[in-house]
């Protein structure tokens, strides 16, 4: 951590209400992110990772609320901000990336005018100081300034990971989300826009939430992990200590399962069992159906979140909580 | 834009064939379907001998597909027959002399449709799920079911005959008379600086083009709709959100444009309708248009000048879905490129 | 299982009473047909009291200027509309269905000149293209149903032809041909279960264009000749006396055509959203 704490949440909890359900996504959640540093959420589909990333920005979709918890952003609690508050923070302090480059952008405009739209929002810039700030960002995640004039569906996809990734950082926030930015592309791919990412911590000391489902990505580019499941955090650390010493079972469930590449003699493991209905969860710690090292006690209570070691945080019975 | 022109040259090249159908499909129902159309032109009482004249007049003494190539080559040339009736008059101008006010009904009637569509859809799509969205949905179908010629006449009881707002018929009131330039009374009427003209254009063009687009509004209704809807829950529009880009700019500014380029397919498709329409409405509104040439043609067995105003309608709705599928590939750059 | 029903339930509530109210709107118009001589006060084809009188407990609808039975029309009226209409778009859906299946299955030159062929008919106005097959075959109920039929024949071609060839494309029936199926066993067993599913929709919302339709020819003097009872043609009838203030000739049948051809499309539209899900 390099400057300082950034975005501090506490307690979170993110329900969605649908029809007579109630499904507790994020379920208490605690953790902070520091200025300048990439920090990665982790979890299988289901975790409730896309919804704590989506509760900072307040950008749910339908029938989901934030229901308890706070955000502070800068000393300002975000869970609590009117709409229109919210609006100078969400695009300019925080941003977003997401999933589907295919997608993620308006098919019939052109990708400067993207660009120049985004940046007049913002800031009092005539057209020419927009075009030539946003020609330069483009150069910044490599593409060349005169794609500024193509059409989405001239680039590949990802060329236009890198597009989301240069509109995202346009308005020099101090925080961009990323939601699973390379999972529809390929490894290569996934490599540069990694490269990026550490290139903008580093030079520009933008922060980023990386979540993914892929822990070996996570090990490579984040500063710190959190390692979520069934809507709750079970393991926050460094990398180092995630991959030399990971406390919860679940987590080194995750390593296992990693394949290696190099010995391809090794049986695939994984995590039997399924994640559990986050409209009625189990009692005690989510993760005991399926943990290997699940005692009495953690199907009766929940186990605190504690810090069990300096700068490393675990859900789990076996390491403390009384 | 050179791929734009090779798409023009596609879409041309693919649309002579259809062309060559439709008229083939028109020669055939008009000659070789059962009935004669001599006999029934001159009555039982004609003798042989006329019978005979006619027949050689109007080309049905020759072989079929003799007839059916000098039928092709006459179109070519832009000769679609002369009326059988008096005068003998080629009725590719009789057709010229029709069409302006058809064109006018029509413009008129699409417009208001799809004025109409777009409000009513767009507000079902931002009220989405509520009492609101489901009564513009059952408005939709109901639109639809709507009998033209029971709207209009509807139309024409209570706010012609009862309330006396809007004349009941016909395109303008014979007293004011304003020198044919482009056929278009309301042009005209400018051209000639009448704003009698004008408003007296305007006043019988209301109630025909209100009964043909509502009915016709209704298709847009559910079609903008969903278009919108599906927009609204793309992906893009997320990730202007997270941009920060406000709400009313969203909308305006990208998913109305976005929602707007299935609708604009739909359009292209129901020209058809909308000249359908066009037939019923200027029928039941005495509206001197092309629909009422046709049905009245029909009914004096003037079978040339029908058939010509059959080939007419092919050869227009080919020409304007070649035009709408051009202006659509101008559009969404994913066409062309 | 309740619980699914009745999560179901609420979401196509609407829906439900839609196709209900459709169902009941045809119902009513079939059992005015197949009882028109039941409920018919007076013979609709003769005069049977002054004309134009307005209606009233002996006329319910009025009179029509011939001095006929309004009532008694629209009742006999709807006779000729079900038959006509249900004739025409049955043998639609035979000879577009048929052709579609041959079309799509034997590929080839055949399906190419077939689907430029249906496309053209297809692209162009419906109604007008009825108006010409009218006007060449002249006035009566087979004409007419000859007429309507033709603009619909595309619409089952596509349709079926479109299934045809999503379930050609699939792997399983290259492993079922593999195997020796036969071409009539695989297109009964495969295509026709997935295009008896689209088929109500497809076909209910059909009638209710069929029904305006015929509607249009009679009004335009091109269907049902005259003296039998005809919605369209009373409409067209009615037209001058509703200009002078003698709404009901006219407006009874003209009402009768939208409503019968709504209750086909709430039916068809109502269908189509249980059938293939929620908007």
């Known amino acids: ?322 | 834009m050179a791929s734009l022109r090779a798409y023009i040259l596609a879409r041309v090249l693919l649309t002579i064939p259809m062309v060559l159908i439709l008229l083939t499909i028109v020669f055939f129902i008009m000659r070789v379907l059962p009935g004669n159309p001599v006999l029934a032109m001159v009555g039982m009482k004609a003798s042989e001998e006329q019978i005979k004249m006619l027949e050689r007049e109007l080309g049905l003494d020759k072989p079929l597909w003799q007839q059916y190539l000098d039928y092709l080559w006459g179109l070519l040339h832009g000769d679609l027959g002369r009326s059988m009736i008096w005068g003998r008059r080629p009725v590719l101008q009789e057709i010229w002399d029709h069409f302006p006010a058809t064109v006018e009904l029509a413009v008129a009637g699409f417009t208001v449709s799809v004025l109409l569509g777009l409000v009513t859809g767009a507000v079902a799509a931002v009220k989405r799920g509520t009492l609101v969205d489901a009564a513009l949905r059952v408005w939709g179908i109901l639109a639809y079911a709507l009998f033209i010629p029971l709207l209009g006449m509807f139309f024409q009881l209570v706010f012609g005959v009862w309330l006396h707002w809007f004349p009941v018929a016909g395109r303008k009131n014979p007293l004011i008379d304003v020198p044919r330039v482009t056929g278009f009374y309301i042009i005209d009427s400018i051209l000639a600086g009448n704003p009698w003209g004008v408003a007296d254009a305007l006043w019988h063009l209301a109630l025909p083009s209100l009964t043909l687009g509502i009915v016709l509004s209704g298709i847009y209704t559910r079609l903008v709709r969903t278009s919108m809807l599906q927009v609204l829950g793309e992906d893009f529009v997320r990730a202007l959100r997270a941009r920060g880009i406000p709400e009313d700019r969203i909308l305006f500014g990208h998913v109305l444009k976005n929602a707007f380029i299935p609708v604009l397919t739909m359009m292209g498709l129901q020209f058809a309708l909308l000249l359908a329409g066009a037939v019923l409405t200027e029928t039941t509104f005495s509206w001197p248009g092309l629909g009422t040439f046709l049905v009245e043609r029909i009914e004096y067995r003037d079978y040339t000048t029908v058939q010509g105003t059959i080939v007419f309608y092919a050869l227009l709705v080919s020409t304007v879905s070649l035009v709408v599928d051009v202006v659509y590939a101008y559009i969404d750059p994913r066409i062309r490129y | 299982m309740l619980d699914v029903l009745r999560k179901y339930w609420r979401r196509q509530r609407l829906d439900v009473a839609l196709t209900m109210l459709g169902l009941g709107i045809v119902l009513l118009v079939v059992v005015m047909a197949v009882a028109a001589p039941l409920l018919a006060p007076y013979n609709p084809v003769v005069s049977v009291d002054d004309s134009l009188l307005p209606p009233s407990p002996k006329h319910p609808m009025g009179t029509d200027s011939l001095g006929r039975d309004v009532y008694s029309r629209v009742l006999y009226g709807a006779r000729i509309v079900l038959i006509v209409v249900l004739a025409s778009t049955s043998v639609s859906l035979l000879v577009g269905s048929t052709l579609g299946l041959i079309s799509g299955y034997f590929g080839g030159a055949v399906d190419r000149v077939l689907s430029v062929v249906m496309d053209s008919i297809y692209a162009f106005p419906g109604l007008i293209l009825a108006i010409a097959v009218a006007a060449m075959l002249g006035p009566g109920v087979l004409n007419t149903v000859i007429s309507i039929s033709v603009v619909y024949i595309p619409t089952y071609f596509r349709m079926v032809r479109g299934h045809v060839l999503s379930v050609k494309g699939r792997l399983f029936v290259e492993a079922a041909k593999a195997l020796g199926a036969s071409d009539w066993t695989v297109m009964t067993r495969y295509v026709l279960p997935n295009v008896l599913v689209t088929i109500p929709v497809v076909f209910s919302m059909n009638v209710a264009d069929a029904v305006l339709t015929e509607a249009a020819l009679s009004f335009l003097g091109l269907g049902v000749p005259a003296p039998t009872p005809d919605w369209g043609f009373d409409l067209k009838n009615g037209q001058r006396n509703l200009l002078s203030g003698y709404w009901w000739p006219a407006l009874w049948p003209g009402f009768f055509i939208t409503l019968l051809a709504l209750g086909f499309s709430l039916v068809g539209e109502g269908l189509n959203e249980l059938v293939g899900g929620e908007a």
């Open chain 1, 1 to 322: 951590m390099s400057g300082g704490r950034l975005l501090g949440i506490e307690g979170l909890k993110t329900y969605y209400f649908v029809g007579d359900e109630v499904v507790r996504a994020v379920d208490g959640v605690s953790m902070d992110v520091g200025r300048g540093e990439i920090v990665a959420l982790v979890g299988e589909s289901g975790s409730g990772k896309s919804t704590l990333a989506f509760s900072i920005i307040r950008l749910l979709p339908h029938g989901g609320r934030i229901v308890d918890g706070h955000i502070y952003f800068d000393g300002v609690d975000l869970a609590s901000l009117p709409e229109k508050e919210m609006r100078r923070y969400r695009g300019r302090r925080i941003s977003a990336v997401f999933q589907d480059p295919l997608t993620s952008l308006d098919p019939l405009m052109r990708i400067g005018d993207q660009f120049v739209e985004t940046l007049q929002t913002h800031f009092p810039l005539s057209r020419e100081e927009a075009e030539a700030r946003a020609k330069k960002l483009l150069e910044m995640v490599g593409i060349h300034a005169e794609r500024f004039y193509d059409y989405p569906h001239q680039l590949s996809g990802g060329m236009r990971q890198r597009v989301m990734i240069a509109l995202a950082i346009s308005t020099e926030p101090d925080l961009v989300i990323a939601d699973e930015p390379t999972t529809a592309l390929d490894v290569v791919i996934q490599a540069q826009i990694m490269e990026i990412f550490k290139r903008l911590r580093d030079e520009l000391g933008i922060s980023f939430i990386l979540v993914t489902h892929d822990i070996a990505l996570a090990m490579e580019v984040a500063d710190r992990i959190a390692v979520m499941y069934a809507g709750k955090i079970a393991e926050y650390a460094p990398t180092e200590e995630i991959y030399a010493s990971p406390l919860h079972p679940y987590t080194q469930a995750l390593l296992r399962a990693i394949p290696d590449v190099e010995d391809t003699s090794k049986r695939l493991v994984y995590i039997p069992g399924s994640p559990p209905d986050l409209s009625r969860p189990p009692p005690g710690c989510r993760f005991h159906p399926r943990c290997g090292f699940a005692m009495e006690r953690c199907g009766g209570e929940e186990p605190p979140y504690l810090e069990a070691r300096p700068g490393h945080y675990v859900a789990c019975w076996l390491h403390g909580g009384e």
